[in-house]
């Protein structure tokens, strides 16, 4: 049996690439443990400054597997309620992951695939990609976040709307209603994402976490309970080594070099 994910390095970019072409990349609880398994590897690992994920065969990914979720109909509710939370585990991996991941769309991007793509923190997508929120048309509701996700930057009604009739919104729709960052030519979404994680890799990783904490939680905090959380960010980023090297490049006029500083968690 074939590796579920494939992993491989671009200088300080880890790729991780789903690898279920015949399925069109549909979710497995095996792809749920070694995407959630690198991830944690990449955290620890400081010469990985950001990660790419996308999908093999043209796809990102088709959500669920239909035939692994006909049969749960026959477990009993508490079962199916601990299968969904492999899903839901792996979702929160991707959101707490410290360290910058970004999605590379190419193809279908439906339901949990849809999840997966939108919590990871930036988009890059082409153009004819496929975006749908498609339970509706298999009799389920939504999972994985997306109506969470969705609901960041698109209104109620669309929200319904998107829902309820399981459309199918191209990348150049998408990258329209906010969330895509780079919208590519059919076949460079991959190029352009390692584009913008090896720009994004060569930053300071304390500060870069902690500037992806704040924007997580921009959303649902109120602006007093946000300004604290800038105030505690900031005075613990100015005690820093990274800060001394950024303010200090500033000053001399030259690029700061942040890779030296990188050490594994504690």
């Known amino acids: 049996m074939s590796e579920v994910l494939l992993t491989r390095r671009e200088g300080a970019v880890l790729v991780l690439s789903n690898n279920n072409p015949a399925a069109r990349n549909a979710l497995s609880p095996e792809f749920y443990a ?12 400081p010469a ?46 991707v959101r707490d992951c410290r360290k910058p991941v970004i999605a590379a769309v ?27 929120v498609a339970y509706v048309k298999v009799g389920l ?30 990348g150049e729709r998408l990258h329209a209603l906010g969330p895509v960052n780079r919208l590519a030519e059919p076949g460079d979404a991959l190029a352009q994402a390692l584009a913008l994680a090896t720009q994004v890799a060569a930053g300071p990783e304390l500060a870069m976490a902690r500037i992806k904490t704040l924007c997580r939680n921009a959303y649902a905090n109120t602006l007093q309970e946000q ?40």
Do not use: Y
């Not at 990274?242 to 700061?256: H, N, Q, V």
């Open 48 to 93: 990985v400054g950001a990660i790419v994920l996308t999908g093999e065969g043209g796809h990102f990914c088709s959500g669920g597997d239909l035939r692994q979720l006909a049969r749960r109909r026959e477990l009993p509710v508490e079962e199916r309620r601990a299968k969904l939370e492999g899903l839901h585990d792996l979702i929160r991996a």
């Open 34 to 45: 070694a995407l959630t398994q690198a991830l944690a590897q990449a955290e620890a690992d």
């Open 106 to 132: 190419e193809g279908a991007a439906a339901g949990a695939g849809l999840s997966l793509a939108l919590a990871c923190d930036m988009l890059v997508a082409a153009k004819n990609a496929v975006f749908s």
């Open 227 to 266: 300004l604290e959380q800038e105030a505690q960010c900031m005075v613990q980023s100015q005690e820093t080594e990274e800060s001394r090297e950024g303010i200090g490049a500033f000053l001399e006029k030259r690029l700061p070099d942040f890779a030296p500083l990188r050490q594994p968690p504690a």
């Open 141 to 170: 509701t939504p999972d994985g976040g997306a109506t969470a996700f969705l609901a960041e930057f698109v209104s109620r009604q669309l929200l319904t709307e998107l829902c309820l009739t399981g459309e199918r919104i191209s």
